[in-house]
Nanobody
Framework: VQLQASGGGLVQAGGSLRLSCQASISTVSRYRMAWFRQAPGKEREFVTAISWSGFGTDYADSVKGRFTSSRDNAKSTVYLQMNSLKPEDTAVYYC????????????????????WGQGTLVTVSS
């Protein structure tokens, strides 16, 4: 499985961005998927996860109410809508996929995902 993330860029605080992550195979429609981010000098951290159906979602406390994840399985693509961006959201954002059931072991951990995209940089200026 190859994942291609896109949509990052430079935005002012309070602005919005929409990230996309397209998978190379359609069977990913049955995978749990997630977004993680890594700021300079920090460890990669969980942002959000979404079940294969799209009905199950979870968010890190730091992004709740501002970020929304969704997916279009017909396009093998997941999205991350980011609103009310803050400078502390600046990071490289990675999408990830895994065939294990959403909510099972590791669903919000780096080790819980076997497939990773290359990352897309989001920079939020103050």
């Amino acid at each position: 499985v190859q994942l291609q993330a896109s949509g990052g860029g430079l935005v002012q605080a309070g602005g919005s961005l929409r990230l996309s992550c397209q998978a190379s195979i359609s069977t990913v429609s049955r995978y749990r998927m997630a977004w993680f981010r890594q700021a300079p000098g920090k460890e990669r951290e969980f942002v959000t996860a979404i079940s294969w159906s799209g009905f199950g979602t979870d968010y890190a406390d730091s992004v709740k109410g501002r970020f929304t994840s969704s997916r279009d399985n017909a396009k093998s693509t997941v999205y991350l809508q980011m609103n009310s961006l803050k400078p502390e959201d600046t990071a490289v954002y990675y999408c990830a996929a895994d065939p294990r059931i959403y909510g099972s072991s590791g669903w919000n951990k780096v080790h819980g995902y076997d497939y990773w995209g290359q990352g897309t940089l989001v920079t939020v200026s103050s």
